[in-house]
């Protein structure tokens, strides 16, 4: 083998509406805006720990992509520490309804509980608590 992969360094969504999609994940998961330039254009990114997301609303001309740019089609788990009772409140509190959980599940690092639920665009997000 020739290398071998580290890490993930950023995901590319794909939405209906930017500003929709960006609100969702600052308000439900804690991320923050971040905004750069890519050739000559402004993007739209949200970062969370060290990694980040670039938001693209589907159909965007001069953001060069996959062919199917079809917003939905992704399912994201995301690890927290929070007891999974706060995750489900806090949850809860933003009017975010649970399509699933808490249930046990196995992630890269073992054993696990999860809750799923539905981002604006219908992208399967799971919160996951380790232990």
């Known amino acids: 083998m020739g290398f071998a992969v580290e890490r993930i360094d950023h995901v590319v969504i794909n939405c209906r509406d930017l500003e929709t999609t960006v609100d969702w994940y600052r308000r439900v998961l804690g991320m923050r805006r971040e905004e750069f330039d890519y050739m ?5 990114a949200l970062r969370f720990g060290d990694q980040k997301f670039n938001v693209r609303p589907t159909g965007t001309g001069h953001w060069w992509s996959v062919e199917n740019d ?23 509190a933003c009017g975010v309804e649970i399509a699933n959980g808490p249930v046990p599940q196995t992630g890269a690092l073992g054993a ?9 665009d219908r992208n399967l997000i799971e919160v996951a608590v380790y232990g």
Request: aromatic fraction near 8%; hydrophobic fraction near 45%.
């Open 70 to 92: 079809a917003p939905g089609a992704l399912d994201l788990c995301f690890v927290t520490r929070s007891p999974i009772d706060e995750v489900v409140a806090h949850l809860a």
């Open 112 to 120: 696990m509980t999860s809750v799923y639920v539905y981002d604006p």
């Open 40 to 44: 000559g254009h402004t993007h739209v």
